[in-house]
């Protein structure tokens, strides 16, 4: 099912240029500030993995993303292949968040993808399900709703009316009968 949810992919997409540090979308600079706080980090370069753990928080100008652990798989070349935030994940920028138990980053698919309860807020607005699923590289979201199905609850700042039909002209009279 294709949402038509541009906040849902802006919101993640601020996230990947965040942590992921893509170049390809010439928005963040590689060597830009990310300020990352956790109560223990493991680093195992023979594995090429880093590991922040326990009140994690990353932050990078007004994007936030705090979890309980926070793993980073990388190259050799120290590239990021896949970012994986677990426990109580939130990712925050203003007034937008999107919150889920797990969110996976494939930097070379450019796909992230939330799970556990996922759900997507912009001010009052939020999607649900089971799943979550961005695509970079062709701009398309996907919800999947398992179970309990797909919830949109969107407001509106227009209220809706209904208008009447114009009133038939002559031809359409003559047509009719």
């Known amino acids: 099912m294709k949402i038509n949810s541009y906040f849902l ?7 990947s240029v965040f942590l992921f540090q893509s170049k390809g979308y010439g928005i963040a600079k590689p060597q830009s500030k990310i300020d990352i706080t956790s109560d223990s980090l493991v680093v195992n370069n023979k594995k090429n993995i880093a590991v922040f753990t326990g ?21 050799k070349k120290n590239k990021i ?6 426990g109580n994940v939130h990712i925050i920028t203003g007034k937008d ?11 070379k698919k450019k796909i992230a993808v939330i ?9 009052k607005n939020k999607i649900a399900g089971k799943e979550i699923k ?28 209904v208008q009447k039909p114009p009133a038939k002209t002559n031809v359409q009279n003559k047509i009719n009968k």
């Open 115 to 123: 799970t556990e309860n996922p759900v997507a807020y912009e001010g």
């Open 134 to 161: 961005i695509d970079f590289k062709t701009g398309i979201s996907t919800v999947i709703g398992g179970k309990k199905g797909v919830n949109a609850v969107v407001y509106s700042n227009k209220s809706l009316t």
């Open 55 to 75: 009140h994690v928080v990353a932050i990078k100008g007004k994007l936030k993303i705090l979890s309980s652990v926070l793993n980073i798989i990388y190259t």
């Open 9 to 15: 992919v802006l919101i993640v997409f601020l996230c």
């Open 97 to 107: 968040n999107i919150t889920g138990g797990r969110a996976v980053y494939y930097n």
């Open 81 to 86: 292949k896949i970012l994986i935030a677990t």
